[in-house]
């Protein structure tokens, strides 16, 4: 009996591997990418309104330089985050976070706090569906409030004492800061072993002349550099947590 109940479970896991890497991821990707795209174009609505139906023209000139400080200010940011949140969110989740936002001081937190507490891999389907169970609730969520503080805001921060008013600065510090200690709650010896590297990212970006300039670009660039060689490693290769199976998708 208990042979036949573990064939029945090896085959169930192999299915549900199946449908996940066959059927499950290649739809997320076909429908992020549709509302990706239709995201990107409903973006220019606004503008394609000013220009040819209100007929607001500003020299050419304008548009240039606005598009190379744009590009020059962000051109860093594009590049880094998208690998670097994908690493924590898995496909759906980094879908949703781009068109939802407040990717690195919500959906992040959210993401780690659900995978931390249900000891659950992001490499794995377990890890990636369950994160995108609770970045898709926190999206809804985050609609709820906003309308609720758009219809009510100024009322509402009106009766707030000013220490919580003041208090709001240091949420983006406390998110940082929480995520952190659930990662060397979770996994000590290889958190404080990860301290030294950082460490050494920290002085050089804060300190070095050169690279102070880019400081935010070499914290983030340094830390993805330094991950792709612990997972080119034997370090990296190990089992995902819980026995999840791990899943390769192209």
């Given at each position: 009996m208990d042979n036949n109940v573990n064939k029945t479970e090896v085959i169930d896991?192999?299915?549900?591997v199946r449908e996940y890497a066959e059927e499950y991821m290649p739809k997320v990707h076909r429908i992020g990418r549709l509302t990706t795209v239709?995201?990107?174009?409903?973006?220019?609505?606004?503008?394609?309104?000013?220009?040819?139906?209100?007929?607001?023209?500003?020299?050419?000139?304008v548009y240039v330089d606005v598009i190379i400080a744009v590009v020059?200010?962000?051109?860093?940011?594009?590049?880094?985050?998208?690998?670097?949140h994908f690493t924590v969110l898995g496909a759906a989740s980094t879908y949703m976070s781009y068109l939802a936002g407040?990717?690195?001081?919500?959906?992040?937190?959210?993401?780690?706090s659900v995978q931390y507490s249900t000891k659950s891999d992001i490499?794995?389907?377990k890890g990636q569906i369950i994160t995108t169970i609770g970045v898709a609730t926190t999206v809804v969520v985050n609609l709820i409030i906003v309308f609720i503080c758009v219809i009510a805001g100024s009322a509402i921060l009106n009766i707030l004492p000013q220490a919580v008013i003041t208090s709001?600065?240091?949420?983006?510090?406390?998110?940082?800061?929480?995520?952190?200690?659930?990662?060397?709650?979770?996994?000590?010896?290889?958190?404080?072993?990860?301290?030294?590297?950082?460490?050494?990212?920290?002085?050089?970006?804060?300190?070095?002349?050169?690279?102070?300039?880019?400081g935010t670009g070499f914290s983030i660039l340094i830390p993805i550099i330094f991950a792709y060689l612990l997972?080119?490693?034997?370090?990296?290769?190990?089992?995902?947590?819980?026995?999840?199976?791990?899943?390769?998708?192209?």
């Open positions: 896991e192999a299915e549900v239709l995201s990107f174009v409903l973006a220019f609505v606004p503008v394609f309104y000013l220009l040819v139906i209100r007929g607001y023209m500003a020299p050419m000139s020059a200010y962000n051109i860093g940011a594009w590049i880094i985050n998208p690998p670097a407040n990717v690195a001081n919500m959906r992040i937190p959210v993401a780690m490499n794995t389907p709001f600065k240091y949420i983006t510090a406390t998110l940082f800061g929480s995520m952190l200690m659930m990662k060397i709650v979770s996994d000590p010896k290889h958190s404080f072993q990860y301290m030294i590297p950082a460490v050494v990212v920290f002085v050089i970006s804060r300190f070095v002349p050169f690279v102070k300039t880019y997972f080119r490693t034997t370090e990296g290769k190990k089992a995902a947590p819980d026995d999840q199976t791990p899943v390769d998708i192209d």
